[in-house]
């Protein structure tokens, strides 16, 4: 079986400052790192590798050192890095960047039985380019799996965590999975593994290796049909009042007050 994780490399998000004139997200200085939650999806292929004997890929789309996700994922055991970057993917919104894997996918020199991705991103956090991808690829998709309980020739069982459901499924291969948080605690890179990357071990693919001008208009900036206007934190202020009387009154009271401050609909208390 070949196994291809989609991994993204994301700001360090405690450290990164929002340009109070431009709303954007200054990420230069910043320290960045591999999405958390692709460290799961990475761990959960490497379990198959470790158990069925499966190549693992990874794959990502960011600038040159983004190589660096490439790095710690093939020093934590995985076979070989593609990164996708060129100028002409910058300004990506979710269907560009769904577009741009699934293009540099179908570059790929292997078609993979099983790609797998993390639940959602901490930076853009939309937790929709899984998703996108499959549709794009044409495969089945689950998303939020916390478990791949059994693996065969053409599918496999996998549980979803639904938060008030546990969903157990069979699920065809090729196909893509989501993978929660908690599927199983992430590996570390190791010594050995890190000493046999060479230059080789990562394959740079650009917009050229995704087909040129004939895709231009469908990656990047040109391809994204939303794009962000502003990012601000929410605004947030804390009141303090003292309500006295019996406790029927200071109930009667807070009520008043959340239902002024449109905290509570009528009728909520
Ligand atoms: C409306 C809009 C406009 C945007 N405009 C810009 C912009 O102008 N400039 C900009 O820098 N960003 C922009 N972004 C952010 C950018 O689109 C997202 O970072 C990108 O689409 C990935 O989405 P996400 O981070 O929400 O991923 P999610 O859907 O939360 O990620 C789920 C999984 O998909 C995979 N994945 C996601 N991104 C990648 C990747 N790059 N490589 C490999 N695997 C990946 C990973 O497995 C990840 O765990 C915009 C986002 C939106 C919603």
């Known amino acids: 079986?070949?196994?291809?994780?989609?991994?993204?490399?994301?700001?360090?998000?405690?450290?990164?400052?929002?340009?109070?004139?431009?709303?954007?997200?200054?990420?230069?200085?910043?320290?960045?790192?591999?999405?958390?939650?692709?460290?799961y999806s990475l761990e959960a292929a490497l379990r198959l590798k470790d158990s069925e004997g499966c190549q693992v890929d990874v794959l990502t789309m960011g600038p040159p050192n983004a190589s660096e996700v490439i790095k710690e994922a093939l020093g934590c055991?995985?076979?070989?890095?593609?990164?996708?970057?060129?100028?002409?993917?910058?300004?990506?919104d979710v269907l560009a960047t769904s577009m741009t894997l699934k293009l540099a996918i179908r570059s790929l020199p292997h078609?993979?039985?099983?790609?797998?991705?993390?639940?959602?991103?901490?930076?853009?956090?939309?937790?929709?380019?899984?998703?996108?991808?499959?549709?794009?690829?044409?495969?089945?998709h689950l998303a939020w799996v916390d478990d791949i309980r059994e693996v065969d020739e053409t599918s496999l069982i996998v549980k979803a965590n639904l938060s008030k459901s546990?969903?157990?499924?069979?699920?065809q291969l090729p196909?893509?999975?989501?993978?929660?948080?908690?599927?199983?605690s992430p590996r570390f890179p190791s010594y050995l593994?890190?000493?046999?990357?060479k230059p080789e071990s990562i394959?740079?693919?650009?917009?050229?290796?995704?087909?040129?001008?004939?895709?231009k208009s469908l990656v990047g900036s040109l391809g994204s049909p939303?794009?962000?206007?502003?990012?601000?934190?929410?605004?947030?202020?804390?009141?303090?009042?003292?309500?006295?009387?019996?406790?029927?009154?200071?109930?009667?009271s807070l009520n008043d007050y959340l239902l002024t401050q449109h905290q509570l609909s009528r009728g909520s208390l």
């Open 175 to 184: 196909c893509l999975l989501t993978i929660e948080k908690d599927y199983a």
């Open 203 to 215: 394959t740079t693919l650009t917009l050229k290796e995704l087909g040129g001008e004939d895709v």
């Open 111 to 140: 078609s993979y039985d099983l790609i797998l991705c993390g639940k959602q991103t901490t930076d853009g956090d939309t937790a929709q380019v899984g998703p996108a991808l499959a549709d794009l690829l044409g495969i089945a």
């Open 77 to 92: 055991g995985a076979d070989h890095g593609y990164l996708i970057s060129d100028r002409a993917f910058a300004g990506a």
């Open 1 to 39: 079986m070949r196994i291809l994780v989609c991994i993204k490399q994301v700001p360090d998000t405690t450290k990164v400052a929002i340009d109070p004139v431009t709303g954007s997200l200054i990420r230069s200085g910043a320290a960045a790192r591999m999405n958390p939650y692709d460290l």
């Open 226 to 252: 939303t794009s962000v206007e502003k990012i601000f934190p929410p605004e947030s202020e804390t009141v303090t009042m003292k309500l006295e009387g019996k406790t029927p009154e200071i109930i009667q």
């Open 193 to 197: 593994n890190l000493k046999r990357v």
């Open 166 to 171: 546990q969903q157990i499924c069979k699920i």
